[in-house]
């Protein structure tokens, strides 16, 4: 499966919605909830939603809700081109692909802040009739909420563009990681029980 994948990674003509479909038509989901691998939640339950809605205004590729013994966290995920021009400048520097994800990226937060409670309602249709909804799923707690932008490969990354991600991840809960990251992961868990 990963084989498969790791070839669609190298075509020419491969692009976000090419991945997405690839992840759906072969319902490998894993790979995209083993992001979990970058946090510290997902041990106890994890949840999946492929194409996230936020209001009529924005949709996430994926939100993957963990559930650690501190309660229920969630990464809402976005896909860019993993190859291409623009992922990063010959400086490092983030370029084009990556500003646009991480510009997605900060739109959500900025609605989520004004519109955290109306997502109660979507969690609703997804419980179980006798589930009631813990807490973090109604009153929004930033620290509970991480953002991921998956682009470029490996060796798009620079030194400076690593600093920029450890950086990033500090002030903005935004995480930037490249696709071999996603297929590292997505290995890793492979045969395993647990995220």
């Not at 976005?78 to 997605?104: C, M, N, S, Y």
């Not at 990226?105 to 179980?128: A, M």
């Amino acid at each position: 499966m990963l084989a498969s994948n790791n070839c669609l990674l190298n075509s020419e003509d491969v692009n976000e919605r090419s991945i997405l479909k690839f992840i759906t038509e072969h319902r490998a989901y894993f790979i995209i909830a083993s992001l979990l691998k970058y946090f510290h939640f997902g041990h106890h339950a994890t949840y999946l939603f492929p194409e996230f809605q936020l209001g009529n205004s924005y949709q996430a590729d994926y939100l993957i809700i963990g559930r650690g013994s501190g309660g229920h966290e969630f990464v809402f995920v976005e896909l860019e081109a993993p190859k291409g021009r623009g992922i990063i400048l010959t400086d490092g520097e983030l370029g084009e692909v990556f500003r646009k994800g991480r510009k997605q990226l900060c739109d959500w937060q900025t609605w989520l802040d004004g519109n955290y409670s109306s997502l109660k309602e979507t969690f609703n249709k997804s419980r179980r009739a006798d589930a009631l909804l813990p807490d973090e799923f109604v009153t929004m707690d930033r620290s509970r909420l991480h953002f991921v932008a998956i682009a470029g490969k490996r060796n798009n990354f620079t030194n400076k563009t690593y600093e920029i991600r450890r950086k990033e991840r500090l002030d903005t809960n935004i995480f930037l990681l490249h696709y071999d990251n996603l297929i590292d992961a997505a290995s890793d868990v492979i045969g395993k029980n647990t995220y």
